[in-house]
């Protein structure tokens, strides 16, 4: 009787069924070993946030393929799970929730709107998951979040307007109007530069809340005093091109106070778009300055070639599309804080959230280098927000030119919270 | 700034305000005067006729008072046509019912708006003014183009009144309104006028989003505040009338302008609520509305 393939004996049907499965249970073994770390991203694609969420997804896609040609965090491949909040609140805490619950992600990072933040983090605090924000609120250093949320990546605007007030009183004037959108983030603004610029002899004369969702600014620019020596503006959202314009408008050829933008005004928004020529020669805070300057570091090249954007900050394939380049640099520098941490911790799964938030608050210098292009950084494991140096840049010839740079020490303030102390 | 300037900048704010206003609230007052059909969708043609504006003025060569001009006819015809499609889709497959229908227009509403997000995407685009003029006032300066859109939209809203008082179309439409079946027993083909007034109503939200494109920008999200306002309008003007929706369009925007210039934008908003929660209370019809 003859034997094949046709007719198997038990012996080869036994062998063969038991080289198939460890055939195919081997991909699963060697997967395990290499199983790849899972960042959640709260995005605002859509919304009043999303010229910002088109950039902070495309800096955090350059980052992660850098991370990942170099190897992953401790050996493991990365990647990144970007979902929509569409900049809502209440949208956020449920994205932080899919993300960690359905997606199984070890952390969410990635949000910038503070009113987000404030949707978004109590909910982390809840899951217990390390939740990471880009967002420059003073909301994490102020002790109003909890153990869980950290802000590593970008400086807040209480640092920012420490550095700025000397300034703006010693070369612009020091009666100050200002105008900013009123909610968290604009309330930081006016409590902070008012305290600061009093430090500074000066005073605030006037302060002018726009809704976040506000279209139409004219009417506000009559309640600007006609003493204001410096008018301080700050806006966002997608009517920030509408604000500087009817701010030409109103003002246009007649006498006008020094103005001192922060950058949010005008991120995304390409500085010689006609009907903003009268900010020729006005001021702005830049965290990251969207020009490349003159005396840039060594990492600035090889960062802006990475994330696709030229030397005038829009991107490489659209000259008309302008970045956000003042903020999106933070999801670059969280990402690679994280593997910093990771690496640090021995971070081997969600098991380990705890250790790894001990070993971020255990991080405290951060030095330039292509993991930081916007520059050298100090971590305080105690407050959970970072600090760094600031850029004044001047509009020259309808370009943004860095005239000023602060260190990172006149950022400094003492801390308003110890989150160490706090349970886990 | 002292008080003349001051008051003076409010008027010409409000004057904007009122005349998009006019304009957007007139196609919503149309459609239910003459279908009986509450649009909820309206600002969704609003926020149409703003993205096709930016869509039509990036694809014309031309310079950009051209473009802007072709974007003023195109952007408006192809919003008509939605609408109409819309109407004979949808509309009247429900037979004009008033409930189906406001359901039906909330969906729409939010067909239009995601296809807006997915077709052009979630972030706000600037329109090039057709010209860069500034007026120099001793006190302040203000945009020559916000004066042209006060004037061109008094134009179109003359143009409309003629429209409907003088031709034959317009009678057409009133003897509609009046009397359905009536007018359907003297032979008017009852289906086209609604079709029309349909589309009517959608290009004169739309026109209203061109016009103001080049002040604000063209975004998915924009449609939601003229519609809320048109209701305002309409309720406190009488649904149907266009005399009462012209005079509520001013009564509003320049009131908006003054009390948000000398108070806060939210009083302005609070009183207008106030106004439309007394109109309903004491004259249910509005001010100029027929008796129910």
Same mark, same amino acid.
């Given at each position: 009787m003859t034997r094949g393939l046709l007719h198997p004996t038990r012996r080869g049907l036994l062998m063969a069924g038991g080289a198939g499965f460890l055939t195919a249970a081997l991909p699963g073994y060697v997967g395990a070993q290499a199983a790849p770390i899972k960042i959640?991203?709260?995005?605002?694609?859509?919304?009043?946030?999303? #010229?910002? @969420? !088109?950039?902070?997804?495309? &800096?955090?896609?350059?980052?992660?393929?850098?991370?990942?040609?170099?190897?992953?965090?401790? @050996? !493991?491949?990365?990647?990144?799970?970007?979902?929509?909040?569409?900049?809502?609140?209440?949208?956020?805490?449920?994205?932080?929730?899919?993300?960690?619950?359905?997606?199984?992600?070890?952390? /969410?990072?990635?949000?910038?709107?503070?009113?987000?933040?404030?949707? %978004?983090?109590?909910?982390?605090?809840?899951?217990?998951?390390?939740?990471?924000?880009?967002?420059?609120?003073?909301?994490?250093?102020?002790?109003?979040?909890?153990?869980?949320?950290?802000?590593?990546?970008?400086?807040?605007?209480?640092?920012?307007?420490?550095?700025? #007030?000397?300034?703006? $009183?010693?070369?612009?004037?020091?009666?100050?109007?200002? /105008?900013?959108?009123?909610?968290?983030?604009?309330?930081?603004?006016?409590?902070?530069?008012?305290?600061?610029?009093? $430090?500074?002899?000066?005073?605030?004369? $006037?302060?002018?809340?726009?809704?976040?969702?506000?279209?139409?600014? &004219? =009417?506000?620019?009559?309640?600007?005093?006609?003493?204001?020596?410096?008018?301080?503006?700050?806006?966002?959202?997608?009517? /920030?091109?509408?604000?500087?314009?009817?701010?030409?408008?109103?003002?246009?050829?007649?006498?006008?106070? #020094?103005?001192?933008?922060?950058?949010?005004?005008?991120?995304?928004?390409?500085?010689?778009?006609?009907?903003?020529?009268?900010?020729?020669?006005?001021?702005?805070?830049?965290?990251?300055?969207?020009?490349?300057?003159?005396?840039?570091?060594?990492?600035?090249?090889?960062?802006?070639?990475?994330?696709?954007?030229?030397?005038?900050?829009?991107?490489?394939?659209?000259?008309?599309?302008?970045?956000?380049?003042?903020?999106?640099?933070?999801?670059?520098?969280?990402?690679?804080?994280?593997?910093?941490?990771?690496?640090?911790?021995?971070?081997?799964?969600?098991?380990? !959230?705890?250790?790894?938030?001990?070993?971020?608050?255990?991080?405290?210098?951060?030095?330039?280098?292509?993991?930081?292009?916007?520059?050298?950084? =100090?971590?305080?494991?105690?407050?959970?927000?970072?600090?760094? %140096?600031?850029?004044?840049?001047?509009?020259?010839?309808?370009?943004?030119?860095?005239?000023?740079?602060?260190?990172?020490?006149?950022?400094?303030?003492?801390? $308003?919270?110890?989150?160490?102390?706090?349970?886990? | 700034m002292a008080f003349g300037p001051f008051l003076l900048l409010a008027l010409m704010e409000g004057l904007v305000t009122a005349a998009i206003l006019a304009l957007a609230a007139a196609g919503l007052s149309l459609v239910f005067g003459v279908m009986r059909v509450v649009n909820v969708a309206h600002g969704e043609f609003y926020m149409l006729g703003a993205v096709l504006a930016w869509a039509v003025t990036t694809m014309f060569p031309g310079p950009p008072a051209l473009a802007f001009l072709a974007a003023v006819i195109i952007a408006p015809l192809v919003v008509a046509a939605l609408a109409a499609a819309a109407d004979g889709l949808i509309l009247k497959r429900l037979n004009y019912d008033p409930e189906a229908t406001i359901v039906a227009t909330i969906g729409l509403l939010y067909i239009l708006q995601q296809a807006a997000l997915s077709l052009y995407g979630p972030n706000a685009n600037p329109v090039t003014a057709p010209f860069e003029w500034r007026i120099q006032l001793p006190w302040f300066g203000y945009s020559g183009y916000k004066l042209f859109v006060v004037a061109a939209a008094g134009l179109v809203l003359l143009a409309l009144w003629q429209f409907m008082t003088r031709t034959k179309a317009g009678l057409v439409m009133r003897a509609t309104q009046v009397d359905r079946s009536t007018a359907q027993a003297f032979g008017i083909n009852v289906d086209r006028v609604y079709m029309g007034t349909f589309a009517l109503g959608a290009g004169l939200a739309a026109l209203a989003g061109v016009l103001i494109v080049p002040i604000q920008q063209a975004q998915y999200l924009m449609g939601h505040d003229p519609l809320l306002l048109s209701f305002i309008v309409v309720i406190i003007g009488g649904l149907g009338s266009l005399r009462g929706t012209l005079i509520a369009a001013l009564i509003i925007g320049l009131s908006d302008g003054v009390i948000s210039m000398f108070f806060t934008p939210t009083l302005a908003k609070i009183l207008a609520t106030l106004l439309v929660a007394m109109v309903l209370v004491f004259r249910p019809q509005g001010l100029f509305g027929a008796k129910a």
């Open positions: 959640g991203f709260q995005l605002h694609r859509t919304g009043i946030g999303a #010229a910002y @969420g !088109r950039w902070y997804e495309r &800096t955090a896609q350059a980052a992660l393929k850098a991370i990942n040609d170099a190897g992953g965090i401790a @050996g !493991r491949p990365v990647e990144i799970l970007f979902e929509d909040d569409a900049t809502d609140p209440k949208r956020g805490s449920e994205v932080v929730d899919k993300l960690t619950q359905s997606d199984g992600c070890d952390l /969410v990072m990635g949000t910038l709107f503070s009113h987000v933040v404030m949707g %978004s983090a109590p909910r982390a605090g809840e899951l217990k998951v390390p939740y990471l924000v880009c967002s420059e609120g003073y909301h994490v250093a102020s002790g109003a979040l909890n153990r869980w949320t950290l802000q590593p990546g970008i400086t807040d605007v209480r640092a920012q307007i420490s550095t700025m #007030a000397p300034w703006v $009183a010693a070369n612009l004037g020091k009666k100050v109007t200002m /105008v900013f959108p009123d909610y968290a983030f604009g309330h930081d603004h006016r409590d902070f530069f008012t305290a600061a610029i009093q $430090a500074q002899g000066g005073e605030v004369v $006037a302060q002018i809340a726009v809704p976040p969702t506000e279209t139409s600014f &004219t =009417r506000y620019f009559p309640q600007i005093p006609a003493e204001t020596e410096v008018l301080y503006h700050v806006m966002v959202g997608p009517a /920030v091109l509408t604000f500087v314009k009817e701010l030409g408008e109103f003002y246009g050829t007649g006498a006008k106070p #020094a103005l001192f933008g922060f950058i949010d005004s005008l991120e995304a928004v390409d500085t010689a778009t006609p009907g903003l020529e009268f900010l020729e020669g006005s001021h702005f805070w830049e965290a990251h300055p969207r020009v490349k300057a003159a005396d840039a570091g060594e990492h600035e090249g090889h960062y802006r070639t990475a994330v696709g954007v030229d030397d005038n900050g829009a991107s490489v394939s659209d000259a008309k599309d302008v970045s956000t380049y003042s903020h999106m640099f933070s999801t670059w520098e969280t990402l690679y804080f994280i593997k910093q941490a990771m690496e640090a911790s021995g971070y081997s799964g969600p098991g380990d !959230r705890q250790k790894l938030v001990e070993a971020m608050e255990a991080t405290t210098d951060l030095p330039y280098g292509i993991e930081r292009p916007q520059g050298a950084k =100090r971590f305080n494991g105690k407050t959970h927000q970072v600090f760094g %140096s600031q850029h004044i840049s001047q509009v020259q010839g309808g370009r943004l030119v860095k005239v000023h740079t602060t260190t990172i020490d006149e950022g400094l303030y003492e801390d $308003a919270v110890d989150y160490t102390t706090m349970s886990f | -």
